[in-house]
């Protein structure tokens, strides 16, 4: 049995507290706010519906271990998570499919004469190959003009770099459809906890062996009195940024509470190519609650505040393997363990953290 100290308690946090509290071990967390959950953090509003305070968050996941791992802590909706963007002044179904394109040019085509169709577009298009950036990825796959509608003015809005900048890596998270599938994930499991995050994560650190302390930064030093700590925070902070400062973006979150039943057609409505915010959150459409009035939230990217996002570009990811070797020293000591999206600076969705934490947690 071994104390174990966990700095911070968003997902990776309370998922690594669980296991290992249930394999036996005596865990502490330590969280800077005043609450737990990290980023998936959501609250009720007096209007009777739920705000995710950190943005959109869909659970989905292809493995059914992560699903009954985080089903054994709370009920989910079932919600298959659809995305309208708009652009050339309409709202168009995206990622992109066989109807986005068939809207766009005014055409109609078979799902066996989309690749065709792309190709053409593709033929016509300056790029790499094999696409090392952003761009080139988008580009290769559907030409400039649809990435110009619905990728360019976005990704500079959200990254405040040139896509040229940004790894192929992003690009791999959005498809590219020739069918007419306008879902945002195709995962086997998707849905949204029903009593919402906060009560899952509060369910997943109720264990007699997990103590929680909000308010309560992680400092070098605090694992002393302990036999291993589990990081969850930014990897570049743990070191005193000694290597250079890695870039984390954050978002301003504009909550309104509107005085009327529907703003929008669909949970999510990107806007590309208008406007400083990216994208327009409706919460009803995801959690199902019901009110006369509904709660959006407007996102407009940014440098300072909370951090959400890791940046995959040149520079950080070198930064990052920097970071990383020191990192990989600690943990081969058997004394620290690097943990999620910020410690391991990875662009990680909900259900990689539960992996990563299941398999950690394996080893420990
Ligand atoms: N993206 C885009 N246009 C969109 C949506 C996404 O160009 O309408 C790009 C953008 O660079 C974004 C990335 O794809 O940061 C990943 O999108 P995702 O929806 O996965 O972002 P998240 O939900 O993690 O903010």
């Known amino acids: 049995m071994k104390k ?36 998936i953090y959501d609250e009720k509003q007096p209007s009777g519906i739920t705000r995710q305070v950190y943005g959109p968050h869909i659970f989905h996941t292809r493995q059914q271990e992560i699903w009954q791992f985080v089903t054994r802590f709370t009920k989910m909706r079932p919600f298959q998570h659809r995305v309208l963007s708009y652009t050339q002044g309409q709202l168009y179904p995206f990622p992109i499919n066989r109807d986005t394109i068939c809207q766009l040019y005014g055409i109609s085509l078979a799902n066996d004469e989309v690749p065709a169709f792309l190709e053409k577009e593709v033929k016509k298009a300056q790029f790499d190959l094999p696409a ?26 959200q990254w405040q ?14 498809p590219v459809r020739a069918n007419r599938d306008d879902r945002y994930f195709t995962d086997r499991y998707q849905g949204i906890p029903l009593p919402g995050y906060t009560a899952m994560c509060e369910k997943m650190l109720d264990h007699p062996q997990i103590e929680v302390c909000c308010k309560r930064p992680y400092k070098k030093g605090d694992e002393q009195d302990f036999d291993l700590l589990i990081y969850t925070g930014r990897l570049d902070d743990f070191f005193d940024r000694d290597e250079g400062e ?57 440098a300072e505040g909370v951090p959400c996002y890791v940046v995959l570009n040149r ?48 080893q420990i």
């Open 161 to 174: 770099r040139d896509p040229s900048e940004l790894s192929a890596e992003v690009a791999g998270r959005i």
């Open 4 to 39: 174990i100290l966990v700095a911070g308690a968003g997902l990776a946090g309370c998922t690594a507290a669980r296991l290992l509290a249930e394999q036996g071990h005596q865990l502490t967390i330590y969280e800077a706010r005043e609450h737990i959950g990290g980023n």
């Open 132 to 157: 090392k950036n952003f761009r080139d990825a988008i580009v290769s796959q559907v030409g400039e003009y649809l990435y110009h509608c619905f990728f360019e003015n976005y990704t500079a809005k």
């Open 315 to 362: 520079e950080n990811l070198a930064l990052r393997e920097r970071y990383q070797a020191k990192a990989k020293a600690l943990e081969h000591a058997e004394k620290v363990i690097f943990l999620g999206r910020l410690a391991e600076y990875k662009y990680y969705n909900m259900d990689q953290v539960i992996a990563r934490a299941m398999e950690v947690c394996a």
């Open 246 to 302: 890695l870039s984390y973006r954050s978002v301003h979150f504009d909550f309104q509470t509107l005085d009327e039943k529907e703003y929008q057609p669909a949970a999510v409505v990107n806007y590309p190519n208008d406007y400083d915010f990216t994208r327009i959150t409706e919460f009803k459409h995801m959690t199902g609650e019901h009110s006369s009035q509904t709660e959006i939230c407007l996102e407009y990217p940014s």
